[in-house]
């Protein structure tokens, strides 16, 4: 598969890239979500341009998930959240890759709704991973650099944040 650095649909995986790095950097778990939501809106685009059916799926779950974490954090909303993602991919997956941004999704409308700081971030961090596989599969150049700068940034941010608790309670 060739890959045009400079299609329309890496230009919107370069806006995902800066929103979703823009996320990482947040300490504040709002701002986190609000960036985050930027991010999956840019994805939504960039993966409907690639024809990637189930990671369009999973971002648009992802820009909803976002949006309704910053009003809640009912777990019966996240439980209709993950559970949608779920019959998004029992619908769209076609083979095992599929399932890459899915999970993500579902780990991600975890970490979102039911755990704060540290624990969130890490959960994420699992995302990612997932994040990171496929978008390589996929061909998706912006998307493969935003994940590793982001998985990056959130080590570095969660560092940051365990080194402010220990000195908050030193």
């Known amino acids: 598969m060739t890959i045009d650095w400079f299609s329309p649909a890496q230009y919107v995986g370069y806006v995902a890239f800066v929103l979703g790095v823009g996320s990482f950097m947040q300490t504040d778990d709002r701002r ?10 840019a994805y939504v685009l960039h993966f409907a ?22 009003r809640t954090r009912s777990k019966w909303v ?33 970490a979102l709704f039911q755990l704060q700081g540290v624990a969130m971030r890490l959960v994420m961090l699992c995302g990612t991973g997932l994040w990171i596989a496929n978008n390589v599969i996929a061909g998706s150049v912006g998307g493969s650099a935003l994940e590793v700068v982001v998985a990056a940034v959130n080590i570095v941010t969660i560092w940051r944040m365990v080194r402010l608790a220990r000195a908050q309670a030193a």
Request: proline share 2%.
């Open 78 to 110: 996240a439980a209709a959240v993950i559970a949608a993602n779920l019959a998004l991919g029992l619908a769209l997956a076609k083979q095992a890759s599929d399932w890459l941004p899915l999970a993500a999704s579902c780990l991600g409308t975890y």
């Open 32 to 41: 986190f979500k609000l960036f985050m939501a930027g991010e999956c809106l």
């Open 49 to 70: 341009l690639l024809g990637n059916s189930t990671a369009v799926a999973s971002s648009s779950m992802s820009l909803l998930r976002s949006l309704l974490a910053l």
